[in-house]
């Protein structure tokens, strides 16, 4: 036996002991989410149970080093363990985006004192991350950012205004774009830098979408110190650091085009709501538009299978995350706009009890904010054309 | 065809002009959803003051003498300001169908009340299956010794609230989607045996299932002939599809608008939005569209009489075209203003999920293409 | 489950057929061709290059002379052979015919595949009666007599008609105009009495023709598997074939985008190259993102035939669905972005665009294959 086949065996029977049954299920609305942080509640005891096993583990961050509190686990390893999980349909413990995104940037890019700083916690769920980005001038064009960070010595001072910050509300910490130099061009005089979400001088306020509720808010910065030991990489060099993390960001919101395991697919909902003929849908027009649906939705996961295939396999063009984001939120998009049409005026019902199909409307509208967040799908198709065909 | 003069016109349209802009802006709106749930009293009235509610009715019965087609510069203002009051359905519908019947007693006794702003009726037509077919209806009236008994349930009931009585459309006979053996009854909303369970729809309207257990409802109270309610029900149908129609074109003209001012205003890049060539394109895409289903509109205006019942494929074409249309608008109004079109605070994503709803009512776009292809088949002159 | 991802041999027979095409059957190769209103209509000078190559025998087991490389093999030479418009009867002899030959060829009727493989005999599949694909609907009829047949009917679109030694042909020996019961396959010799093969010049300036057979006599040995039963056959045929032509559509699109960019990078309007207008730049944009898309569902599907997958069959109309729509808009953006040289003759992008469509529509266009898809997906 290899020592992977032990690794394996191992982490089955590990999960087998460790892993509550409650926690065995997918989840079935986002209530079950745990997301951690200083002002969690745990959901159930079971809950908290599985988090601190997995993080006592460094199962959180399964492939962080371990001196950071990680798992130390190899790609084959981790792999491995997901397949275990995904066996008894073990959910992740924790929603982070302190394990997405600033720790991959810090693991890359930040001190090492940084590192020992903020890895455990996160790696732990104790510190919950938001990201402050976007502002209300500065969207498409992010790098015209200019929520200012002044030099006074030990510590910065910065004053601005971030939008669409994801949980901002509910956050601990916050990692932030900040303009320390406004007199050189535009990308080399920005920052990333951390604070806590406590420092006198931050405040939010939620946004509501079009959709209903969000996680959105805006996050006002008055006066907040922040201190010079909290800077990632280098002052003024925090851009290219974003466009890491950017990159990312787009691969997880273009997966939205998928049908998650355990969802009905639309031509099922397709069935259910017209009935089948002769064993096709009952209605030609939405059969046919479904149908070029079904094309485009399997040319898409095969797409993104490629892509990961042939990035493991050393071969593959770079930038396909942006054709993937422009290609998945399209296709999203045009999901919820069958589905309006297939319930009709049933679709519409924005609230009620004991109606089928709840949230569709809400669904629906939120969608079309997937062709602008994470970069418009306008912005990637200029990504394309400038960095793969050369144009522009 | 319209009846009224060019001035009566020019009056109509200056007086919602009027009203829309001292007490119909967008913060004004929100603020009657909040508290009025989209109805606000005092406005209702107004229209009834202002004789709005009376535009398509005959003299006789108190009205202005207009058609249908007279109150389209009035939906298309309403379309401006989103406007939630229930005018379609109690003039467009409820009301053109009392008026239409052959029941004059009961004409009598209810256009007064409609017009002066009294008595507010609306219709109960839509079901869970019907898919935007008016004729496909299951809610059941079985003749018996003292009258009728209705059973069944009507979904998406729209504006039930502060409704006195309701017009619902039943089938006494004949296959569930047949146009014979329809029979529309008119009927207090607070009869026993009905019962009105409401929601919120996503265009910020009120909708609401009403079902009926065993409703009895006396012969006096039935509009047309017995099982004869058909070709009213499809004539008012059409009439009240224009006046969707114009509303939507109203919302249409003023994404439009705005979009256009806002990627002028908007920087990116150092320069404003509406500078990328994509985006002019997108706009003039949109202008397009806009102007298609503006043309398609006067044309089938002018050849439409509302009064006749013989418009079906014209108007099928109509709303197919201002569905596409719509989507197309909507969604590149949310698009172009990025991330703030999202926002529940700025106006646009209302526009949007108007114009979505629009899209919806009265079968969408794919129910008429439908029709317009199944007349096709039946040969050149149908069409 | 196996990678997206090409060995390293598939990825040397690529450069090996990409090489061959390009110096060996360029564009201007077809050009020739159709101005000189070529008789064969192929160059053999290409032809016995490419057979040289091994290229006629990919799919071809070795008793016979071939390879046995297999469907992505085959189908990154099909790729190739897109991007340089070059005529050959490598579809029709080494895909199609091949194919029928190793499904349901008695050992006898086999013999043909060791000269397929040599480049010397050549095949063509005769099985669609009216414009639109419709294996189903045969009238064609094959009337028992005595031990053999006589054929009756008319087939249409037959690529490489005019120059095929072996006629594959789909003919009814039972059942209703359009039953799948009932259908046969028969291997014809286009010299036997009664079968007129008339040569007709397509948009393309491809081989292609009309076959005519008015009581043509065949014997019993020509009756390509079992009686009535060949429509099982015939699907499994048409679904590599389908596969191939997606894989041709795939490079034919690629060719006229990366064409259409050069063009774009060169040519200046208003004091600045086209290149630099947004609005085109997303057109092409949204193209090369569409072109990703597509060869995902390639490579899918030719290894699913490769695998024998069970899901081979969604998986090819998947492929030729896809290309179809892709190669339609990839065509006709080529022209529209070149401006008005798109229209003339002299350049090349015109060709694309009238190579497009019929590949597209033989054997079943994306309309066909959508709802085939969704068909075979229980909708």
Wanted: proline share 3%; glycine share 10%.
């Amino acid at each position: 036996m290899t020592d992977l086949d032990s690794f394996r065996e191992q982490t089955r029977a590990w999960l087998e002991e460790n892993c509550p049954q409650s926690m065995r299920s997918p989840f079935r609305s986002d209530k079950d989410v745990c997301w951690g942080g200083r002002r969690w509640t745990f959901q159930s005891e079971d809950q908290r149970l599985w988090l601190e096993r997995m993080a006592d583990k460094g199962w959180t961050a399964p492939d962080w080093p371990t001196e950071y509190g990680g798992g130390g686990l190899s790609r084959e390893e981790h792999k491995i363990l997901l397949e275990e999980m995904a066996r008894i349909q073990a959910r992740p413990p924790l929603n982070s985006f302190g394990i997405w995104m600033i720790g991959p940037a810090l693991l890359k890019f930040g001190s090492e004192a940084l590192k020992q700083q903020h890895l455990p916690p996160i790696v732990r769920g104790e510190i919950r991350w938001c990201q402050g980005y976007s502002e209300p001038g500065a969207g498409s064009d992010l790098a015209g950012l200019q929520t200012r960070a002044e030099d006074k010595g030990d510590h910065f001072i910065v004053n601005g205004q971030k939008i669409w910050t994801s949980y901002a509300d509910k956050s601990d910490w916050m990692f932030a774009l900040v303009r320390t130099n406004p007199d050189v061009k535009k990308q080399e005089g920005i920052s990333l830098v951390l604070f806590d979400m406590e420092t006198p001088g931050v405040s939010t306020r939620p946004i509501k979408l079009i959709s209903g509720q969000s996680p959105f808010c805006e996050t006002f910065l008055d006066d907040v110190r922040v201190e010079k030991d909290q800077v990632v990489g280098e002052v003024d060099k925090g851009w290219s650091i974003a466009k890491y993390l950017l990159t990312h960001e787009r691969s997880m919101i273009g997966n939205m085009g998928s049908t998650a395991a355990g969802q009905k697919t639309l031509p099922q909902h397709a069935a259910e709501a017209l009935g089948l003929e002769h064993g096709k849908l009952a209605d030609p027009m939405l059969r046919a538009e479904i149908a070029d649906w079904a094309v485009e939705a399997q040319a898409y996961e095969l797409t993104a299978e490629r892509v990961r295939d042939q990035a493991k396999a050393g071969q593959g063009v770079g930038n396909t995350s942006a054709m993937l984001k422009y290609a998945g939120t399209e296709l999203n998009k045009r999901r919820h706009e069958l589905m309006i049409a297939l319930y009709g005026s049933d679709a519409m019902i924005w609230e009620g009890e004991g109606w089928r199909e709840q949230g569709l409307p809400q669904q629906w509208a939120r969608s079309k904010g997937n062709s602008i967040e994470g970069g418009t799908s306008e912005i990637q198709l200029n990504i394309i054309a400038k960095n793969i065909l050369g144009l522009g | 065809m319209t009846c009224l003069n060019a001035e009566t016109h020019s009056m109509l349209d200056h007086s919602v002009d009027q009203f829309t802009e001292s007490e119909y802006r967008f913060e004004q709106r929100q603020h009657i959803q909040l508290q009025h749930q989209g109805q606000a009293p005092k406005h209702w009235q107004h229209f009834a003051d202002m004789g709005w509610l009376g535009i398509a009715f005959a003299e006789e019965q108190g009205g202005l003498g207009g058609d249908i087609a007279d109150t389209l510069g009035l939906m298309r203002r309403f379309g401006r300001a989103l406007v939630t009051e229930p005018y379609v359905v109690v003039v467009g519908l409820a009301g053109q169908l009392i008026a239409g019947g052959s029941n004059e007693t009961l004409s009598e006794t209810l256009l007064p009340g409609i017009i002066c702003g009294e008595r507010r009726v609306i219709l109960a037509g839509n079901e869970a299956d019907a898919r935007g077919n008016p004729y496909c209806i299951g809610v059941l009236a079985e003749a018996d010794d003292s009258g009728y008994r209705l059973s069944g349930e009507k979904t998406e009931v729209l504006f039930a609230r502060g409704a006195s009585e309701l017009v619902v459309s039943t089938r006494s006979s004949g296959s569930w989607c047949s146009p014979e053996g329809i029979d529309l009854f008119v009927l207090p909303l607070d009869t026993p045996g009905v019962t009105v369970t409401e929601y919120p729809m996503m265009d910020g309207h009120r909708g609401a299932n009403v079902s009926f257990d065993g409703v009895t409802v006396d012969a006096s109270r039935r509009l047309t002939a017995a099982g004869a309610a058909g070709p009213l029900l499809a004539r008012v149908q059409q009439g009240a599809t224009l006046m969707l129609v114009a509303e939507a074109l109203g919302i249409m003209e003023t994404l439009l608008d705005k979009t256009l001012a806002y990627t002028r205003a908007r920087k990116q890049f150092g320069v404003a939005l509406a500078e990328f060539q994509v985006l002019q394109h997108r706009m003039a895409d949109m202008y397009i569209e806009l102007t298609n289903t503006e043309n398609l509109f006067r044309q089938t205006v002018a050849r439409v009489d509302t009064s006749q019942g013989d418009a079906g494929a014209r108007i099928s074409r109509l709303k197919a075209r201002m569905g596409l249309a719509g989507r197309y608008i909507g969604q590149q109004a949310i698009q172009l203003h990025g991330g703030i079109g999202m926002t529940d605070e700025l106006d646009i994503g209302h526009y949007f999920k108007r114009l979505t709803a629009l899209d919806i009512l009265m079968g969408g776009t794919e129910f008429h293409i439908k029709q317009i292809w199944q007349q096709s088949l039946a040969g050149p002159a149908a069409v | 489950m196996q990678k997206l991802v090409l060995t390293e041999e598939q990825q040397m027979l690529r450069d090996a057929a990409h090489s061959l095409f390009q110096e060996q059957g360029p564009v201007s190769q077809l050009r020739k061709l159709r101005d000189d209103k070529d008789e064969l209509g192929y160059a053999p000078s290409f032809w016995s290059q490419a057979v040289e190559l091994g290229l006629a025998g990919t799919l071809i087991p070795e008793s016979h002379g071939g390879s046995s490389f297999g469907h992505v093999g085959m189908g990154q030479v099909m790729e190739e052979g897109g991007r340089t418009l070059t005529a050959s009867p490598l579809f029709a002899t080494g895909v199609l015919g091949a194919s029928a030959l190793m499904l349901a060829g008695s050992e006898q009727q086999q013999k043909r595949l060791s000269d397929m493989t040599a480049g010397s005999h050549f095949t063509a599949l005769a099985i669609d009666e009216s414009g639109r694909h419709a294996p189903s609907r045969v009238t064609t009829r094959a009337e028992t007599k005595g031990d053999g047949y006589t054929l009756n009917g008319h087939k249409t679109y037959v690529v490489d008609g005019h120059i095929a030694h072996t006629l594959i042909v789909s003919a009814r020996t039972g059942g209703a105009d359009r039953d799948e019961n009932g259908i046969s396959l028969f291997l014809v010799d286009p010299k036997a009495t009664g079968v007129t093969v008339t040569r007709t010049i397509m948009a393309d300036g491809r081989n292609a023709a009309m076959v005519d057979l008015k009581d043509v006599a065949v014997e019993a040995d020509a009756l390509l598997g079992k009686a009535g039963e060949g429509y099982a056959t015939l699907q499994s045929v048409l679904d590599i074939g389908n596969a191939h032509l997606a894989a041709e559509l795939l490079g034919l699109a690629s060719e006229a985008l990366d064409r259409t960019v050069v063009y774009m990078q060169e040519r200046k309007q208003f004091g600045v190259r086209i290149g630099s207008f947004q609005a085109l730049q997303h057109r092409v944009a949204h193209l090369w993102s569409d072109l990703e898309l597509l060869k995902s569902c390639v490579l899918k599907a030719l290894m699913a035939l490769d695998a024998d997958d069970s899901d081979a069959s969604a998986l090819a109309s998947l492929a030729k669905a896809k290309a179809s729509k892709v190669a339609e808009l990839a065509t006709n953006e080529g022209v529209q972005l070149h401006g008005g040289m798109g229209m003339t003759d002299e350049y090349d992008i015109g060709l694309y665009l009238k190579r497009a469509r019929p590949v597209q529509l033989l054997l079943g266009d994306q309309r066909y294959h959508a709802d085939r898809y969704a068909t075979l997906r229980g909708f």
